[in-house]
């Protein structure tokens, strides 16, 4: 047991010389920061993209929610609002407008503390940090739990954006990212034939007004109940282009979830773990 001690122990010099050779010139010259910000920015980009087509769509629905239909056939005169129908969707439609906006913000924090991260005193103390860590290995005197602490900290501010958004745009363009052209173009087409198919406003401006080509194209009707069944007929297909891209919607915050979330969160996780075993010494030998 006392041979692999000592042969952890060189193991752990080696690791420590290694790292800091790496991590302070990496520190100093920023090629990782340089990456991430390119890499963060094209996120951005994506999701704004997104965030635009999500506000279009909420406008277009609620357009349609505040549509009121007026209707004289027969010399009856009477009012329907189909536009109802589409409560439940515009309610995803808002919630996946938030959501996207709430992505964008992530994002936007994220460019913030990667310039943060990349400061001169961040990369001094880090620096001073890693050579405290030498010197101490070198007397062989093992880092105190808040000095293993303060050093993992500073690995964690000046590495944890770079690394994870570098690794998280890797992990997108290699599973996500064809799936997201496809699901973006079909959002696109789903708001340009939603918005094609919403009726003109009429003179008053919340309701349809009946024009003489109205008149004509319904002349065969025969009642009321005709009417308002066309009305709603012709909503319920407004609604089924919409519930068409209720999927997209969904799969679309899976995946900007997936990348601004799920994948940032375990990369730093690995990270600070991987940091914590390097620099956190074994106090006991058994």
């Known amino acids: 047991m006392r041979a692999a001690f000592y042969a952890d122990v060189r193991l752990r010099r080696w690791l420590l010389l290694l790292s800091i050779a790496v991590l302070i010139p990496i520190a100093w010259l920023k090629p990782l920061d340089q990456s991430a910000e390119t890499h963060l920015k094209d996120g951005l980009v994506r999701a704004l993209a997104t965030y635009a087509t999500a506000r279009a769509f909420n406008g277009v629905v609620s ?27 515009n309610d995803l439609v808002e919630q996946f407008s938030s959501i996207m906006l709430a992505v964008c913000v992530s994002i936007g924090i994220q460019l913030a503390l990667l310039k943060l991260g990349g400061t001169t005193l961040v990369s001094l103390a880090l620096t001073c940090g890693l050579l405290w860590w030498a010197f101490s290995n070198v007397r062989g005197r093992p880092l105190t739990r808040w000095e293993s602490r303060l050093i993992v900290a500073a690995v964690v ?20 990212a064809q799936q997201y052209g496809q699901t973006q173009g079909r959002l696109a ?13 009429g003179p008053k401006g919340d309701q349809f ?22 009305a709603k007929a012709r909503y319920e297909q407004i609604k089924t282009q919409l519930d068409n891209a209720v999927e997209d919607m969904v799969h679309m915050i899976a995946i900007f979830a997936l990348q601004t979330i799920v994948l940032p969160l375990l990369f ?19």
């Open 157 to 176: 501010v000046r590495f944890a954006v770079p690394l994870v958004a570098t690794t998280s745009e890797w992990a997108y363009q290699q599973t996500l």
């Open 63 to 89: 357009i349609l929610q505040e549509t009121s239909v007026a209707i004289q056939p027969a010399g009856v005169g009477m009012s329907f609002a189909p536009g109802q129908i589409l409560d439940p969707v």
């Open 209 to 230: 007004a009946e024009q003489d080509d109205w008149i004509k194209k319904f002349r065969d009707w025969l009642g009321v109940d005709a009417a308002v069944a066309h």
């Open 189 to 201: 087409v789903s708001v340009d034939q939603v918005r094609k198919a919403t009726p003109t406003e």
């Open 268 to 286: 730093l996780w690995v990270l600070g773990q991987l940091a914590g075993r390097l620099i956190t010494p074994r106090l006991k030998l058994t």
